[in-house]
């Protein structure tokens, strides 16, 4: 099952820099862990945001749950997940 999911990060101003850095060192070793995996295949930058639009691959709507929920960014992203379908005109 493919989805589209959009990430926003908002990470706290008063986060200290270095608990910030550990964190997205965490997110970044997370996630390239499931590319590698074939479950997120897709990621790209949103210019001039702090965000990402994503393609996960994954079995079910609560093995998408499980990974998004597992990011370290979690709890400060917001997060919309779109499922998708295949298109009637896609060759
Ligand atoms: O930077 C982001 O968009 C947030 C997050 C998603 C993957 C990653 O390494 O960080």
């Known amino acids: 099952m493919l989805f589209l999911v959009h990430m926003i990060v ?8 270095e608990q910030a850095n550990e964190i997205k060192l965490r997110e970044k070793n997370y996630s390239q862990d499931l590319q590698r995996s074939g479950k997120w295949p897709h990621i ?13 691959d994954v079995e079910s709507n609560d093995e998408l749950h499980t990974l ?18 295949k298109h009637p005109s896609a060759i």
């Open 68 to 85: 998004l929920s597992q990011l370290p960014l979690f709890p400060f992203m917001e997060i919309k997940v779109t499922p998708l379908a």
């Open 44 to 56: 790209w930058r949103v210019v001039g945001e702090y965000a990402n639009y994503s393609i996960f």
């Open 10 to 17: 908002n990470i706290p101003r008063d986060l200290p820099e």
